[in-house]
């Protein structure tokens, strides 16, 4: 299934919108280099990726024909969200990836992240998961559930 999901590069530009799309469950790559010829080799490398960028240039040049390369065209978070759901179908789906490191989470038990969650949150909530690299724990809400009802999506918040 993780198969046939949209694989992304986002470009300097659009480091919020990378954080977004790996909480969605999309797999984003986001360096923080600039270089039009660099992304251009990565994505050649990696055809499975769709380069997302707001640099009409490289959107355009010809070695990302044939739907390498998206334009983004907004600079608003939700509007750059509703492009990405329009273009690619996205849809927020679990697991999510970590928003820092781009791997898996991981389910855990609510009694192993004792030590790493606030009280009111392991009161509160039944559902936790843990990224295998930098070992952040996530849970359902959180901070973020302001934009998930301004999206109309229930998505994950970050620990
Ligand atoms: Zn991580």
């Given at each position: 299934m993780e198969q046939s999901l949209p694989r992304f590069l986002a470009d300097v530009m659009l480091g919020r919108l990378a954080r977004w799309l790996r909480i969605f469950g999309y797999d984003t790559a986001y360096l923080h280099r600039s270089e039009d010829d660099f992304l251009i080799y990565l994505i050649l490398e990696d055809p499975k990726r769709t380069l997302l960028t707001r640099d009409v240039e490289l959107a355009t040049t010809p070695l990302l024909a044939d739907n390498k390369a998206f334009l983004v065209?907004?600079?608003n978070l939700a509007e750059q969200i509703e492009e990405l759901r329009t273009a690619f179908s996205i849809a927020p789906r679990k697991?999510?990836?970590?928003?820092?490191?781009?791997r898996r989470l991981v389910t855990v038990e609510k009694e192993r992240v004792v030590d790493a969650v606030p009280q009111y949150i392991l009161l509160n909530r039944d559902s936790f998961w843990r990224c295998p690299l930098c070992e952040r724990v996530y849970w359902e809400g959180t901070h973020q559930e302001g934009m998930n009802r301004f999206l109309g999506y229930n998505i994950w918040g970050e620990a």
């Open positions: 065209k907004s600079t697991p999510a990836m970590c928003a820092h490191c781009n």
